[in-house]
């Protein structure tokens, strides 16, 4: 039975039985606490866990999932890979442990005739925990299974939660037992548990785990808790592992001898003249390739890219490692062109949308291929040499700085250099190296910090914090002019006593209303009037270390010098524009979370005046219709005239509200909570909002795009902008409304439709009236040809507007 079969097949079960049929969500999952999609459950959790109401009573998905946690054993064992497909069933409230019993078992014991997998009842085994006597009395007396092939197992043996205090429940696991050619007999009341005998462990196959969400946990570590209660609704959770039971329906040794792999591993023969079986090595090899093939065709089919972090960098690494094997096996010519179309054809069939979308996929992955084959000869020679010089000193450690020199010049990741190390019976410095890595990411701050700056040193700001003993007092949320002394001026990143206009200049102030940038809030603008004349007009506000506040502008008049008594004002319209568009991105957050869910949470913003923008973590395109819905809510809850508060309280009884927080953003034991609406919205921020979201006016979206792996953007006009876009569509609308004869907005896409079919029309009528033309005049000027050396010839000028293809026909 072909995998895509077995895919097809479980969903359509499951859809009879009442199921919505949930589309897989992205690799790319909108957790940010993990990388990937890792198992069925994952885009469930909210609904298991209770921090959302499922839409529905029952669910069935086959889901895309990833794991690569142990990456550097693919290929060497058969049991371990990166991409598979977790098929999965799940009742949120509705049926229980009998029911997940009866419908696992008719799936995988019905006939192939009948639509289920064809397995043999007697071969089938099942784990309990040992109290659930309700699943193990249903299976004796109602499914008929053999007590011999029900295993009872302690708790901690049998169980599933989320590792914090929540939902817990008993698991019940289908094993099938392959023969005695593939292990020995399982003593009665006991199957092999991990680790153990691995053959007895291939003998018994885990095919299916049924989790029945009973329990609410208590706290503690592992599994060392308590468990408190029942809960009040009840759910189902199970994980089938589609290739695994796709190579054992094939009759296959393992998962990447099935028909969604293997085919990649025999193109991989041909290519550099090794056979599968024939060698151990060059099998590791061939299955790193069939493996890492298809997960990179499906990381980039959702939208990851090579990079050097985070998932770009698990892309990275799988590419280079299947490159680098193919080389190992004799092929040293670009080989994701002949590998990836062959993966794409196979994976296709359950996931068509990989048809259209794989122009874009190979560009990426033939140009990641194409990269690290200019660097891959340079740098193995510089391998080589290293590893030579080490193990001719008589060590076997790999120095760190030339793994580093590696990584940062050649593009090798740490993992692959650990890779060829090991190969060579070396072991990589890892401390020295990450010792290097920790210099140069000191060394990127630094130049991030001169591009706010204009200086790479902070030292000098730091003993200017130090020097006036503590943070400059910011008093612009609630004063827009502060009366206020000048303690610090700098030029070109040095202390002076005074400077004359014009210069460009830093200024220090004792305490003052402009917001320097931080958080997503562009900075203010004004001025410094200083006493005696003098005008520092201010153009940029930042923070150049924690706390202190520094104006950069141009003295524009007089003299300006430490101790000056001066009157800071901000640009107010400007200041007003932004605290509108701030408190705007707050809006879109939460109504953003309301539609997506709670995993849609923010990657980044930027409030300037009339505009924001607004980064958030979710896997995918956002349809348009939720995006009419987020606008429409937001302007509904700008005319309740919501109000708007901050508070500045511990950060524990922050997060106790819900408030929400910049995922990886530093915060101090103090924090200032910003509140919409009382309890709608909650977040942690420090910029300047408006005092009720009347003040806003309107907000439009205006587009959501991708803007990097799993992190998507939404663009809006705010207030004056957003109604003189507004008002330019408008009359933009009545203009075609005009030229086009209707009476309404309404009847302009009908009036366009109506006009391009009939130039459609208009064009064909000329094609054939051209067409008729031409055949009329062709035998004249055949008969005009005239004879050169043999040879007939017609030269004639068709004239304009005949193209190519009319005189073809």
Known sequence: MRTSEIHRRFLAHFEKKAHEVVPSTSLVSNDPSILFTIAGMVPFIPYIVGTEMAPYDRAVSVQKC???????????????GTFFQMAGNFSFGDYFKTGAIDFSWELLTSSVDDGGFGLEPERLWITLWEQDQESYDHLVQVIGLDPARIVQLPWEESCWDTGQPGPAGSTGEWYYDRGPEYGPDAPTGRLPQWPGDERAEDRYLEIWNLVFDQFLRGPGKGKDYELLGELDQKAIDTGLGVERLAYLLQGKQNMYEIDQIFPVIEKAQELSGRRYGADAEDDVHLRIIGDHVRSALMLVGDGVRPGNEGRGYVLRRLIRRAVRSLRLLGYAEPSMPHLLPISKD??????????????RIAEIVYAEEETFRRTLETGTAIFD???????????RVLPGDEAFKLHDTYGFPIDLTMEMAAEVGLQVDEDAFRSAMQEQRERARADAAAKKTGHTDTGLYNRLLSERGGEVP?????????ATTVESVLVDGALVDSVQAPAQVEVVLASTPFYAESGGQLADQGSIALTGGGLVEVDDVQKPVKGLIVHRGRLVEGELAPGVSAIASIDRDRRGAIARAHTATHMVHESLREELGHGATQAGSENSPGRMRFDFRYGQAVPKSVLEQIEGRVNTLLQEELSVTDEQMPIDEARALGAQALFGE?????????????????????????????AIGTVQLMGEASIGSGVRRVDALVGLSAYRHQAKSHALVSQLSEMLKVGSAEELPERVRSLTQRMRDMEKQLATLRGQQLQAEAGRLVDSAQDVSGVRVLLHDAGEGVAAGDLRT
């Open 66 to 80: 990833i794991r690569t946690n142990d990456i550097e054993n693919v290929g060497r064992t058969t049991r371990h």
């Open 346 to 359: 196979l994976m296709a069939e359950s996931y068509p949308e990989l048809e259209a979308d794989f122009p």
């Open 385 to 395: 040499q290293v590893a030579k010089s080490a193990a001719a000193d008589g060590g």
């Open 474 to 482: 910011f008093l612009g949320y609630t004063e827009d002019t502060v």
């Open 666 to 694: 530093k915060y101090g034991d103090i924090v200032r909570v910003v509140s919409i609406g009382g309890d709608w919205s909650r977040e942690l921020c420090g910029g300047t909002h408006v005092a009720s979201t009347g």
